[in-house]
């Protein structure tokens, strides 16, 4: 009995932190029920990194000086070369590729001709980290705006998720742009459920 009152203590507190990862401004999916395709943009500018928020250049620079100080300069240069190729399009992809995984009616895509379009704006970054055998992941904050496409100044339905951990994708978890692209996956996920549970 003790086993099952636990089992559904976990249940019931893992609903509500699932929940709680959405938090409305406004609007709702009801304007997306009777529509096939969306179209995705997706926004990296002025991302904050790690709980001391810090700026994505003051990030790099300390993530260089650790990656000189103990690899040196070919790893440098590959590593900074990856996360470029991450921010411009491997994150977005991932997203996208989270959306189509978990939705059952609409097809997302970037750069497609559709009447609402998806703008997802990155907030906030926590890397994670990994050790040999022991991984923390990585978190990401967003804000998720569908506007008109013809109309982007009106915006239909505004969301903010906080904090989603990046579980569950096929990446390299030993790397953070591995992680961080795990949690755009996992978002877009979980977009996608909390659309289908609102247009059935």
């Known amino acids: ?4 009152l636990l089992l559904l203590f976990i249940a019931v507190v893992t609903s509500v932190s699932a ?4 938090n409305y401004e406004y609007g709702n999916f009801d304007f997306l029920k ?10 990296f500018e002025n991302v904050l990194f790690q709980v001391d928020h810090y700026t994505e250049e003051q990030y790099l620079e300390r993530r260089k000086t650790e990656t000189l100080a103990k690899k040196g300069e070919d790893a440098w240069k590959s590593w900074i070369e ?15 590729e989270g959306l189509n995984a978990k939705s059952k ?3 997302f895509g970037k750069d497609i001709k559709t009447k ?4 997802v704006e990155t907030k906030w970054i926590y890397p994670g980290w990994s050790g040999g055998m022991i991984m923390q992941p990585a978190k990401l904050s ?4 569908f506007v008109e496409t013809d109309n982007s100044g009106k915006g239909l339905t505004k969301i903010q998720t906080d904090k989603i951990e990046g579980v569950g994708s096929k990446v390299d978890y030993g790397m953070e742009y591995g992680r961080i692209s795990a949690a755009y996956e996992k978002t877009g996920k979980e977009l996608a459920k909390e ?5 059935k």
């Open 19 to 22: 929940q709680s990862k959405f």
């Open 34 to 43: 009777d529509q096939k395709e969306v179209n995705v943009q997706y926004v």
């Open 105 to 107: 009616k609409i097809r």
């Open 116 to 119: 609402y379009t998806l703008i």
């Open 82 to 96: 990856e996360w470029k190729e991450h921010t411009e399009s491997v994150f977005m992809n991932k997203f996208i």
């Open 1 to 4: 009995m003790k086993k099952l």
């Open 142 to 145: 967003t804000v998720i705006t």
């Open 195 to 199: 659309i289908n549970k609102n247009i």
